[in-house]
């Protein structure tokens, strides 16, 4: 009793003294939610992630004019009508789930990440806040709303990672690795002496980030990031099963987009294939795992499922 005693005056001490209550600990990220992208005629968007990529169209609660195009009910892509001044890319934000929107938020100001959106909710129950990233990409993390529609004509139903520009990566590492938790899954390059992708998995979940390392030690000089390639490294991809299903079925149905590419073998040993939306964005086809040993490095993780 005397022990037990000491112990409640010792706290009371400390309440005296203004001792700081422990910090929030971190929600759970367990993957990606949608990206978001600009588009600079929305009918024409439509047509590509409906008619080729076989997403849902729905309401968009986040902004009025938007548009959300799901491959599951947690997973879309946004899009937005372009601005007058949104200059060469077409991103707008990337996001991802969390198990607790305002948790996420209060864990993020505790931490002395000082650009820090309201959290907003939807009619359905979804929540969301946004911040930014060290190089001043928009972030969100969004608590799904309970149940949704499912999504049967889509190409996949699975958007297995996201990749944008990144210029210092150790600066992103210091936000998405150290702060957030997102795991390394793998590297590589054209060239054995540069750094071209950064792969990390969202730190509950097996969805990952890709840094689309430019500048320095890339094989990507800053003279080449006109609009055209911010639509090739800012991207999503989704998962396949089987690629030579997924595209002969695009190719029968008379689906692929005006500008395509592949299927190709990627330096990650995963079959891959390209298309692009009207604006120039990237949705990469990729299948779920190697079918030859990657280059570069190895896989330090467990791939992603359908």
């Known amino acids: 009793m005397k022990f037990a005693g000491s112990i409640a005056a010792g706290i009371a001490a400390l309440s005296l003294l203004g001792a700081a209550p422990p910090p929030p600990a971190r929600p759970a990220i367990d993957g990606i939610s949608h990206l978001a992208v600009y588009s600079t005629d929305m009918a024409k968007s439509e047509d590509f992630y409906v008619r080729v990529l076989g997403a849902r169209k729905g ?53 002395a990440v000082r650009e820090l959106s309201p959290v907003r909710a939807g009619a359905a129950g979804e929540r969301w806040f946004a911040t930014r990233d060290p190089e001043g990409n928009v972030v969100q993390f969004v608590q799904p709303a309970p149940g949704g529609e499912a999504v049967g004509s889509a ?17 992103q590492d210091g936000f998405y690795r150290r702060l957030l938790g997102f795991r390394p899954y793998w590297y590589g390059a054209f060239n054995a002496d540069k750094v071209d992708w950064v792969s990390q998995q969202a730190p509950d979940g097996r969805d990952w980030l890709e840094y689309m390392m430019v500048g320095p030690g890339s094989d990507v000089p800053l003279t080449k990031v006109d609009a055209n390639q911010l639509g ?33 073998m990627g330096l990650d040993g995963k079959w891959q294939a390209n298309f692009y ?16 040993k990657p280059c ?11």
């Open 59 to 111: 309401a968009d609660p986040e902004e009025a004019n938007g548009v959300r195009f799901y491959f599951s009910p947690r997973q879309f892509v946004e899009v937005l009508p372009a601005p007058a001044t949104h200059g060469p890319s077409m991103l707008a934000h990337v996001a991802y789930t969390t198990a607790d929107a305002a948790g996420m938020r209060a864990y993020l100001a505790a931490n």
């Open 155 to 171: 190409i996949s139903g699975r958007i297995i990672h996201v990749g944008h520009l990144v210029h210092d990566r150790a600066k």
């Open 232 to 264: 090739v490294l800012n991207h999503l991809s989704l998962g396949v099963v089987n690629m030579q299903a997924a595209v002969t079925k695009l190719y029968a149905e008379n689906r692929l987009s005006p500008r395509h590419d592949g299927p190709q």
């Open 277 to 292: 939306d009207p604006d120039g964005t990237r949705v990469e086809l990729m299948e779920y795992k190697a079918v030859i």
């Open 296 to 306: 570069c490095s190895s896989f330090t993780a467990d791939d992603p499922t359908p």
